[in-house]
């Protein structure tokens, strides 16, 4: 089964740091790009970062950068999420996406699902 499947979301304090992480299976993982997006209720879902398939570009939206990193580790299949200092306006639900297009302008754009593979995202919570 194709799929990708996120983990790491909870409930954390303003300030504080979370890691998520996203397992592929089904699907040539390092021959893609893969992204985070996030999403509020009533909202359409906004990038927040993206890597190249080697890892080797990686794209973020203004309100994360120098907060969040992207990275992968293409010999586990597994993308990841490092996010610091964290601030309650990152609540949202976090979902890892396959072959969205990550260029310079993916930050804060807005995607569909009917675009690329999403997984069932996970919950990330931030109290102030």
């Known amino acids: 089964r194709v799929q990708v499947v996120e983990s790491g979301g909870g409930l954390v304090q303003a300030g504080q740091s979370l890691r998520l992480s996203c397992t592929a299976s089904?699907?040539?993982?390092?021959?893609?790009?893969m992204a985070w997006v996030r999403q509020v209720p009533g909202k359409e879902p906004e990038g927040v970062s993206c890597?190249?398939?080697?890892?080797?570009?990686?794209y973020y939206a203004d309100f994360v950068k120098g907060r969040f990193t992207i990275s992968r580790d293409n010999a586990k299949n597994t993308l990841y999420l490092q996010m610091s200092s964290l601030k309650p306006e990152d609540t949202a639900m976090y979902y890892c996406?396959?072959?969205?297009?990550?260029?310079?302008?993916?930050?804060?754009?807005?995607?569909?699902?009917?675009?690329?593979?999403w997984g069932q995202g996970t919950q990330v919570t931030v109290s102030s």
């Open positions: 996406a396959a072959g969205l297009p990550c260029g310079p302008y993916y930050g804060g754009s807005y995607y569909s699902k009917s675009l690329g593979l």
């Open positions: 890597i190249s398939w080697s890892g080797g570009s990686t």
């Open positions: 089904g699907l040539a993982f390092g021959d893609v790009a």
